[in-house]
């Protein structure tokens, strides 16, 4: 149903969302630093309160700045809305929001990011959301582990840390046959190299902290719907086809129809839970975005580089990066990631723990740090740091064991970082 | 003409000549969707008749509720229906009887015969869309709630 031109991801990346400023002419995006908005009268005032007219009234629902930055995210995946948070974290928090009621069941990945397995295993199960953790490599595992109370699947298409690329069409194609949305978290891949909802996704969400930001300095989190999933198929999602309460009985799927999701977790979740994006953060990363298809061919580019240095390396036992042709993601990734394999993987290095440790505390131009996604070049021992959380076998099945590093490759000449990773590697 | 997508061009040029909307399947209940889209309309400065014969003769909105578009006392651009895929087929023909310029079907309602009739009488026909939604997003309004409204512009004022 696109109406308009389409237009190319770079033109996308730079002006999705964004236009002069019809006040002052600004070109760049103004940032709003502002919790609040006038009205024209009262009748104005109801209308935005009753979601008839559409306008800002409190930076926690709306504000110009994020708004633009929704846009672009929205633009970029293909979709038809987005609303931003605070945080990856909370981001996939909204996600889960409107979809689940206390006592319902959802299907996640093994194969995620360590704090989403803790979120989802621990702080979700306060709310009485249960989650089942599958191997994501095996799509028969989704299919087993559906219940009646299941209200979605939930994967990372590029997972973190550990190289595993996920069959996205064949996920998609179980969450459909039960009725229920798949939700990707794309924030590995970004939409420049894959686009979840070309794949049959329904839901993207984004730590935008990570490469679509890109600098390392700001946090954010969006949540992408595509437009396309049936609410009312079944009986699963009163949040959007009940009559809601604090909207005098507003029904949001009838009302809102393909941006009904989105309208929901404004209207809902951001306004009840409260993870606004703050407006500054939004520009620094709608600034970040606009260079996104550059810095993600560097870094693929530096990656694949430095992961055949590493694979060639005496003490390094293997090397989990989807763009080697040693690795079991190899096709997955031809299919799903055809412009590069990403700038985040690990490696396995000879003598465990102990030279992991050695290695991050002897880097010089990489840093030790708990972050993927910068300019910067990113080195972490999850045992030691962001996995820590887990127990063993959880460590292992994230793809975390004692031995793992992880490096998120960074946009530097490429000789300067295999270097660094030379002489660290040479203590061991 | 293609009904599967209507160019930029095509749907701004029908929001800009139209001055008088005439609702068809208008409700006084205020959370359906056909009041969240007179309320939005009126505020961008259309004028819009509430149709319906079963709240004739009430007032939806400040405007009288007619029971028929014949009974319509005032010369009607576009016609906006608020029914079924089947109930648009008579309301397209009454379209063509009043003159109407533009007959717009909302979302999910679909008449291609219908739509075929009217562009013989020599209407614009609109399928499938929200005048409303169409609206807010080439004026880029939607764009406030984070909704992809695929336009790219380098003006300083909104296309509408
Ligand atoms: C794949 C993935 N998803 C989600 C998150 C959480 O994002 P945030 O730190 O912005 O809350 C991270 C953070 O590392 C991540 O790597």
Same mark, same amino acid.
């Given at each position: 149903?696109?109406?308009?031109?389409?237009?190319?991801?770079?033109?996308?990346?730079?002006?999705?969302?964004?236009?002069?400023?019809?006040?002052?002419?600004?070109?760049?995006?103004?940032?709003?630093?502002?919790?609040?908005?006038?009205?024209?009268?009262?009748?104005?005032?109801?209308?935005?309160?009753?979601?008839?007219?559409?306008?800002?009234?409190?930076?926690?629902?709306?504000?110009?700045?994020?708004?633009?930055?929704?846009? #672009?995210?929205?633009?970029?995946?293909?979709?038809?809305?987005?609303?931003?948070?605070?945080?990856?974290?909370?981001?996939? !928090?909204?996600?889960?929001?409107?979809?689940?009621?206390?006592?319902?069941?959802?299907?996640?990945?093994?194969?995620?990011?360590?704090?989403?397995?803790?979120?989802?295993?621990?702080?979700?199960?306060?709310?009485?959301?249960?989650?089942?953790?599958?191997?994501?490599?095996?799509?028969?595992?989704?299919?087993?582990?559906?219940?009646?109370?299941?209200?979605?699947?939930?994967?990372e298409n590029l997972a973190n840390p550990g190289g595993v690329v996920?069959?996205?069409?064949?996920?998609?194609?179980?969450?459909?046959?039960?009725?229920?949305?798949?939700?990707?978290?794309n924030t590995l891949a970004t939409?420049f190299l894959a686009?979840?909802?070309?794949?049959?996704?329904?839901?993207?969400?984004?730590?935008?902290?990570k490469f679509?930001? &890109?600098?390392?300095?700001?946090?954010?989190? !969006?949540?992408?719907?595509?437009? =396309?999933?049936?609410?009312?198929?079944?009986? =699963?999602?009163?949040?959007?086809?009940?009559?809601?309460?604090?909207?005098?009985?507003?029904?949001?799927?009838?009302?809102?129809?393909?941006?009904?999701?989105?309208?929901?977790?404004?209207?809902?979740?951001?306004?009840?839970? &409260?993870?606004?994006?703050?407006?500054?953060?939004?520009?620094?990363?709608?600034?970040?975005?606009?260079?996104?298809?550059?810095?993600m061919?560097?870094h693929c580019?530096n990656a694949l580089?430095?992961a055949?240095?590493?694979?060639?390396?005496? =003490?390094?036992?293997?090397?989990?990066y989807a763009g080697?042709?040693?690795? #079991?993601f190899?096709?997955?990734g031809?299919?799903y990631l055809?412009r590069g394999a990403g700038a985040v993987f690990?490696? &396995?290095?000879?003598?465990?723990?102990?030279?992991?440790?050695?290695?991050?505390?002897?880097?010089?131009?990489?840093?030790?740090?708990?972050?993927i996604g910068?300019?910067?070049?990113?080195?972490?021992?999850?045992?030691?740091?962001?996995?820590?959380?887990? &127990?063993?076998?959880?460590?292992?099945?994230?793809?975390?064991?004692?031995?793992?590093?992880?490096l998120s490759v960074?946009?530097?000449?490429?000789?300067?970082?295999?270097?660094?990773?030379?002489?660290?590697?040479?203590?061991? | 003409?293609?009904?599967?997508?209507?160019?930029?061009?095509?749907?701004?040029?029908?929001?800009?000549?139209?001055?008088?909307?005439?609702?068809?399947?208008?409700?006084?209940?205020?959370?359906?969707?056909?009041?969240?889209?007179?309320?939005?309309?009126?505020?961008?400065?259309?004028?819009?008749?509430?149709?319906?014969?079963?709240?004739?003769?009430?007032?939806?909105?400040?405007?009288?509720?007619?029971?028929?578009?014949?009974?319509?006392?005032?010369?009607?651009?576009?016609?906006?229906?608020?029914?079924?895929?089947?109930?648009?087929?008579?309301?397209?023909?009454?379209?063509?009887?009043?003159?109407?310029?533009?007959?717009?079907?909302?979302?999910?309602?679909?008449?291609?015969?219908?739509?075929?009739?009217?562009?013989?009488?020599?209407?614009?026909?609109?399928?499938?869309?929200?005048?409303?939604?169409?609206?807010?997003?080439?004026?880029?309004?939607?764009?406030?709630?984070?909704?992809?409204?695929?336009?790219?512009?380098?003006?300083?004022?909104?296309?509408?």
């Open positions: 149903m696109a109406d308009t031109p389409s237009y190319g991801f770079e033109t996308l990346a730079v002006h999705a969302g964004a236009a002069p400023d019809p006040v002052t002419g600004s070109r760049a995006t103004p940032i709003h630093q502002t919790t609040a908005f006038v009205f024209d009268d009262v009748d104005h005032a109801a209308s935005l309160f009753n979601l008839q007219v559409f306008g800002n009234i409190y930076t926690r629902l709306t504000n110009p700045t994020v708004a633009v930055l929704e846009q #672009r995210l929205a633009g970029l995946e293909g979709g038809r809305g987005a609303v931003a948070a605070a945080s990856g974290h909370s981001a996939q !928090m909204m996600a889960f929001h409107v979809l689940m009621e206390a006592g319902d069941h959802f299907i996640a990945a093994k194969q995620l990011y360590g704090g989403s397995l803790t979120q989802f295993g621990q702080s979700f199960k306060k709310f009485g959301w249960d989650a089942t953790t599958v191997d994501a490599t095996n799509v028969q595992n989704f299919r087993d582990a559906m219940r009646p109370n299941t209200k979605a699947i939930f994967i996920v069959d996205v069409e064949a996920v998609a194609a179980v969450a459909h046959e039960a009725g229920v949305p798949l939700i990707v978290d939409p686009r979840p909802f070309e794949w049959g996704a329904d839901i993207v969400v984004h730590s935008l902290t679509l930001g &890109g600098h390392g300095n700001s946090l954010g989190g !969006m949540v992408v719907e595509s437009g =396309k999933f049936d609410w009312a198929q079944n009986d =699963k999602y009163p949040s959007l086809t009940e009559p809601n309460a604090s909207y005098h009985g507003l029904k949001f799927y009838e009302t809102f129809g393909d941006m009904a999701y989105s309208v929901a977790i404004r209207a809902q979740s951001l306004r009840d839970l &409260g993870p606004a994006l703050s407006p500054m953060n939004a520009f620094l990363i709608l600034t970040g975005i606009e260079t996104l298809p550059l810095r061919e560097r580019d580089k430095v055949e240095f590493l694979e060639a390396h005496p =003490k390094v036992d293997w090397v989990s080697l042709k040693s690795s #079991r190899y096709d997955l031809k299919k055809p690990t490696f &396995g290095v000879k003598g465990g723990f102990e030279s992991g440790v050695t290695i991050v505390e002897n880097v010089e131009l990489i840093s030790h740090l708990a972050n910068d300019t910067r070049s990113l080195i972490i021992h999850p045992a030691s740091t962001t996995h820590r959380q887990l &127990g063993e076998a959880e460590l292992i099945a994230a793809g975390a064991g004692p031995d793992v590093v992880r960074g946009i530097e000449t490429v000789d300067d970082i295999i270097r660094d990773l030379d002489q660290a590697l040479s203590r061991v | 003409m293609d009904h599967e997508r209507y160019d930029d061009t095509y749907i701004r040029a029908i929001l800009r000549e139209t001055k008088i909307i005439a609702m068809v399947g208008a409700s006084s209940n205020w959370n359906r969707p056909s009041y969240f889209a007179m309320k939005y309309l009126q505020r961008k400065g259309f004028r819009v008749i509430p149709v319906n014969p079963r709240e004739a003769g009430k007032e939806i909105l400040g405007e009288t509720v007619y029971a028929s578009l014949a009974e319509v006392p005032d010369k009607i651009d576009m016609v906006d229906v608020f029914r079924n895929s089947e109930a648009a087929g008579p309301v397209a023909d009454e379209a063509v009887a009043v003159g109407a310029k533009i007959l717009w079907m909302q979302l999910g309602v679909r008449n291609d015969a219908a739509a075929a009739r009217a562009e013989a009488a020599g209407l614009k026909v609109v399928m499938n869309r929200c005048p409303k939604i169409e609206f807010g997003r080439l004026s880029r309004e939607i764009g406030w709630m984070g909704i992809n409204t695929g336009v790219i512009s380098s003006k300083r004022r909104s296309q509408l």
